[in-house]
């Protein structure tokens, strides 16, 4: 099994420099063989921008490199290590059922790891299967592509493959492995794994292979203190993440479980488990079945990645100061950026998405208003400023109080007292507030189409929505309805 002979035609330009890191962070692994792959799902615009061939990937041959029965030529297939907190308990983690083949290197020179998902069992496994099943990796799909789709940072999904086996859970469910691309995977857990089981080299290494990877511009400053890179790496950590938080926030997406093995150093999005969309606005909205005390709501996310940008802070900290007291310091100080820069970027956001032009002071009152009478009313969040985007206001998104008046009138106030024509400000508005995001209603009846009735038509239409948020078309319209109200509140399945 695993021989390199898959087709050459479809691109594939493998480099390897993770591999290239000491092997204490990783294990080699070949995936294990599947009994019966078939292709579900492709992403011919994804396969474009990394330099392949959609058409050659469609092949047996290339086929069965998604299902880990044979190498791409120039693969070296591997599991990371890492640790981690997992609802704020630390263990040790790794690739328990995951694969990097190698890292792509597109025609314009970048660079994106390629990794199977559900390839099977690794030293990583602990009690697992190192299996997947199909549901849950359609659902990363669909839902890593649309959060693409709306600008945010993210994983992204090239195909999905069914293994022709069945996959043990509650019950028993079509297997399925997921090729997923990423700019790394490079977590906060990989440098807790270092700083936890390694020497204080490793930590080294592996800081200075996320600046080479993800942060060049630091790479030529000096070693530690105060303007050392290694302060400058968390610094820019936290800013990325600052910045990833707010875009969450603004389109009411919930990850679900924010562990810090979940907090990427690249700043994009990764492990679509147990996340949703938020339907009517509740910072308190939780959506993971094993989240009992909300630890990973909405309204907790921000705060969470800096609990998690702490653990990422404390494994740097012998790299930032000689003297421990000054090192954390410095970590302490840097931390404290968070507030300010996740701020900054959420204001703007909800600027935009209120149609506001230029900073005023009582903008943040505005805004925060709205979102209590939107609390308040149980509105929805997306819809809300899909009305008034579209003035739509005829039937409001929430009961018509004096309150909503008032507010109405407020923000009519604030948007007569700006230059720019109404023209520019509904622009603005369309450009911010999507007009289709993957409820999770329409995600659930999409995966039941396919994994029950091997129907993958609902699941296609919906990513063709999905694929430009902003395009406000008719057919879009559809997808704004809310789920049936015997639905809500609900909670997704945690399945894996
Ligand atoms: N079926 C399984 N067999 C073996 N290990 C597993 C299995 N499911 C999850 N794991 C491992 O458990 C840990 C936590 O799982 P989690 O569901 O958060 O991650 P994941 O979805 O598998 O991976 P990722 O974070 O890369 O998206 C990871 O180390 C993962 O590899």
Known sequence: MNEPSANPNAGWNFDHSYARLPEFFYTKQEAKPVRAPQLIVLNDKLAAELGLNAEALRSEENVAVFAGNRLPPGAEPLAQAYAGHQFGYFTMLGDGR????????TPGGDRFDIQLKGSGRTPYSRGGDGRAALGPMLREYIISEAMHALGIPTTRSLAVV????????????RGAILTRVASSHVRVGTFQYAAQFGELTDVRTLADYVIQRHYPQL??????????RYLALLREAIQRQAALIAQWQLVGFIHGVMNTDNMTLSGETIDYGPCAFMDAYDPATVFSSIDRHGRYA????????????????????PLLHDEEEQAVRLAEEALKGFAGQFEAAWLKGMRSKLGLFGE?????ALIHDLLGLMHQHHADYTNTFLALTFGRLEEPPMAYTPEWAEWLERWRARLAGQPETDDAVRELMRRSNPAVIPRNHRVEEALEAAVKREDYSVMERLL?????????????????????????????????
């Open 162 to 173: 069914t293994t022709g086996e069945t996959v043990v859970r509650e019950q028993d469910l």
């Open 298 to 317: 909405y309204g907790n996310q921000p705060s969470i990645a800096v609990w998690n940008l702490s653990r990422f802070a404390e494994s740097l900290l």
């Open 464 to 496: 063709q929505a999905l694929a430009q948020p902003f395009a406000h078309t008719p057919e879009q319209a559809d997808y704004a309805e809310l789920p049936p109200a015997s639905d809500r509140p609900y909670r997704t399945f945690c399945g894996t």
């Open 360 to 364: 005023q002071a009582e903008d943040a």
């Open 219 to 228: 790479a030529e400053l000096a070693d530690t203190g105060e303007a050392g």
């Open 98 to 105: 995951a694969l990097l083949l190698g890292e792509q290197i």
